[in-house]
């Protein structure tokens, strides 16, 4: 399978159209992928097969190799099957490869069965790996997007979209948080709007399928499997029409007035972060905000009208400083001069080396056994953790054919385990007063207003 990148792509939807310069600043800078990217599109592609066809085993893709692979001079990628089509692979253009481990096949079972269970409770048509036009509202000709999974049904649409990462996603966001006057005291209600991930596909999905224009309802569903969370978000075609309206005019922004909103989320994932200008700047504006010039002697204390506002900024300037160490990494690695204002100029230079590990442990234990050591100096021997001891309280999935298995560790055992498992205590961490979580003590000034006439 090979693919190009959409340059306004859905994945990157909530950047390009908050920080419209973003995609201009990305230009010439390649797209790399990590371990964790391509640990996910293995996920999504066993996750493809095992939909379209209900006879496979999962089980039997425990240890086979997805290959990842580039072709350079035509700018496109894509990944093999190292037991199908890999021997066809050029070795220059092999970038990576992944070999599929038992928890990716049981998260992806995870997400498969969600997406069956749905399925037969909505009804509809199930499209698998489904390529949707986006470029009818970001601009760009030929542009698509890949919706995992899209349920069609005669007066409404499903997309459901499977995340393999371990941070948190959701099918909405919040526009605007929930808040109270301090003049009226009227409450505003939280308002929510659709993932704008989602909704590229939603809309995609409804300019392919919705050819006389009976949708009325589209429901966008997250399944994040590795870490048990689900998340839906359902509105009008109305409501999505206006989505399609304001990321089109943002789409034309990037074109026309491309403007740079350099924050914590739009810069993470930007290829342009650690050598963009505007990033800089905030984060060194935000630095020096309120400080002025600095008076020998005196020490003022913290501004608490601005304190919280600099707080929020703290992971953006410590995103920025990784950034920034990251882009220097690279240059320097890459043979390009990397000078400071003075002229001084930086350079690689031995690290502190890791742990010595052994390059074969049975052969440094003959060894060691040879020089008639004790068994007790040779090994140290260490209790499993609490929660290896509850993985082994837990029965492996038998594979097809075979007869369950009890678990190594009787339930009745690992609940007598109970008393014995403590843990440190948890440090306060700050949060903001949305948080669910009950505060650990006031501010002063403040009242909680969290239970009114308790």
Sequence with gaps: MSKKHARLSP????????CTASPAAQ????????????????????????????????????????????DAENDVCGETWADQDGFGIPAAHVEAEVTVTEAMVDAVMSAVTFIREQHTLLGGEMLVEQRVPIGQFTGEADAYGSADVILLGATWLAVFDSKFGRKRVDAAKVLQAKRVDFITGEVHPEQRGPNLQMASYALGAVHEHDLFGAIETVTMVIVQPFIGHTDSYSCSIGELREVERFMAAKAEETRSAPRYVPNFDNCFFCRAKGRCDAQTHRALSTVFDGFGEADVGTVSPPNLLTLGSQYALVPFVEQWARDVTDATRKALSDGEPVVRGDGAAYKLVAGKSGARTWVDEAAAAEVLTRARLKREDMYVFKLISPTMAEKLASAKKPKKGEAPQPAALPPSKWRELQDLITRSESQPVIALETDPRPALCKADGFEDVSQPGA
């Design 27 to 70: 230009d010439g800078i390649p797209n790399e992928n990590s371990d964790a990217s391509r640990q996910g599109t293995t996920c999504h592609q066993i996750q493809e097969e095992l939909l379209l066809n209900k006879e496979l085993e999962p089980q039997n893709y425990i240890g086979r190799t997805l290959i990842f692979w580039h």
């Design 11 to 18: 994945s990157s939807a909530d950047r390009w159209t908050s």
